[in-house]
């Protein structure tokens, strides 16, 4: 056979069951917006508010019906950018945000109740932006926030319950704007942030919302401008800009059966990246340098029952965008290709309710670290059904290393390979890596 078709048949052979499990979509909101916000609540999602090249925020919303799979626009309130959203029970809430950046600030939240399929309003007790949302247990949560024109840095979190339509309003430890915040079943977790001052924080706070009681707890690295999501039992807050004015890779992971945190990395570091759980994925999407002068492609992907990470890429460079996840799939839209290019295109990334992850765990493994520079380290569990060969295949399905498996941990020498993504396949499984 000829070498080049057999790589080219290899190739296909190793991509074929991700493209068959999962997949990217394109879809496109009413207008190109950037800093916009997005929830889901049953078979629906919306993405809202955000503004565009001129200054003033249009006041409209996306709607995407995922069972008919269909797009319909509507309308904000108010046109605002710099808002925050969640959804809960049948409801999806918008909460805060600001006209032309920062020069009014607003109070108002609107709420769309995907049952009767309409709108209301309600008010947070002070105008406020930049602050994040979280759900939990029929809640929506908005957490801290600011007005800069006015010099006021926000501790509040205003709890909306989406059962009986009301607010109870509580306090986060630290004020503080430019914080996430992502929740499950019965936690809501609202990570770093900073002051009026710049200075950034690494505080916690954990809302319990069967009691109704607030703990703190600490991240390893101080960061604001992260993104926070929840899935397969775990909060992950990721990426951000650092003490230091860096943008960082770490990921600060909280595990709600244990109580215990444990640390992580981003395969780039990155901060206005935004993120969503699907099922048992976290996934985390796009982002910009700390000076915004550039935007990412790069997507991670956490398989938090092989604990593996996969490495893709979003069609378009995209920061400041709005994320979130509905029936499998992940929905990341809007957002600047920077320096100055505002986006009105959505991508959408299916994940198959079956076969990822009953597949994977018949021979799965666990590579550390990615990226690497000089070796890999292959764990292999003692599960394993059957002991084959580890292969390291380039982009282009040319083989570069291959080696029998073992039980345990397998050491690989990658150093002479040269920088680029590449493809670990073992059984019936594979992973990317970056060698750098």
């Known amino acids: 056979m000829n ?54 925020p249009p006041g409209v919303s996306d709607i995407y019906n995922s069972t008919a799979n269909t797009w319909t626009g509507n309308n904000l309130s108010v046109g605002r950018t710099w808002l925050s959203g969640a959804g809960a029970g049948d409801k999806i809430a918008f909460a805060g945000g600001a006209n032309d950046w920062i020069l009014s600030v607003y109070d108002v939240v609107d709420i769309y109740n995907t049952t009767t399929l ?29 007005n800069e024109g006015q010099g006021i840095v926000s501790n509040k979190a ?23 915040g992502a929740g499950t079943d019965s936690i809501a977790i609202f990570a770093g942030g900073e002051d009026l001052s710049g200075n950034v924080k690494n505080t916690v706070d954990i809302f319990n919302s069967n009691t109704y009681t607030w703990s703190t ?11 926070a999501c929840a899935a397969g039992g775990k909060i992950f807050i990721a990426g951000g800009i650092d003490s230091l004015g860096q943008t960082s890779k770490r990921i600060d992971i909280y595990d709600l059966s244990t109580g215990l945190w444990t640390i992580d990395s981003l395969s780039q570091a990155r901060a206005f990246l935004s993120a969503a759980g699907v099922g048992t994925k976290a996934i985390f999407a796009g982002g910009a340098n700390a ?19 996969q490495i893709d890429s979003l069609t378009t460079a995209r920061a400041f965008a709005a994320a979130t996840s509905v029936n499998g799939k992940f929905i990341i839209g809007g957002g600047t290709t920077l320096p100055s290019t505002i986006l009105n295109s959505i991508e959408m990334f299916t994940v198959s309710s079956v076969g990822l992850e009953e597949a ?38 040319a083989i570069q290393w291959t080696q029998l498996g073992h039980s345990g941990a397998n050491t690989i020498d990658i150093s002479s390979l040269p920088n680029g993504m590449y493809i670990l396949k073992y059984g019936n499984t594979q992973q990317r890596f970056i060698k750098n």
Do not use: H
């Open 360 to 397: 994977s765990t018949n021979n799965a493994f666990i590579l550390s670290p990615n990226p690497a520079q000089q070796q890999i380290k292959v764990e292999i569990p003692l599960f394993s059904k059957s002991l084959g060969a580890i292969e390291i295949y380039n982009i282009l399905g």
């Open 118 to 146: 309409q709108w209301s309003t309600s008010n947070l007790t002070a105008a406020r932006s930049k602050l994040a949302a979280a759900s939990t247990n029929n809640q929506i949560i908005f957490a801290g926030g600011a």
């Open 291 to 309: 000076n915004t002068s550039l935007s990412y492609k790069r997507v991670d992907m956490y398989n938090t029952i092989t604990g593996t990470w």
């Open 217 to 227: 707890a600490t991240l390893s690295q101080a960061r604001k401008n992260s993104a």
């Open 158 to 180: 205003e709890i909306y319950n989406t059962l009986t339509s009301t607010w109870f309003i509580s306090t986060i430890s630290v004020a503080r704007y430019n914080l996430c």
């Open 3 to 56: 070498p080049r078709l057999s790589s080219i048949l290899l190739l296909l052979s190793i991509l074929i069951p991700c493209v068959t499990k999962a997949q990217w979509s394109t879809a496109t909101l009413s207008s190109s917006r950037t800093t916009l916000a997005a929830g889901s609540a049953n078979n629906k999602v919306i993405i809202a508010g955000g503004i565009g090249q001129i200054s003033i």
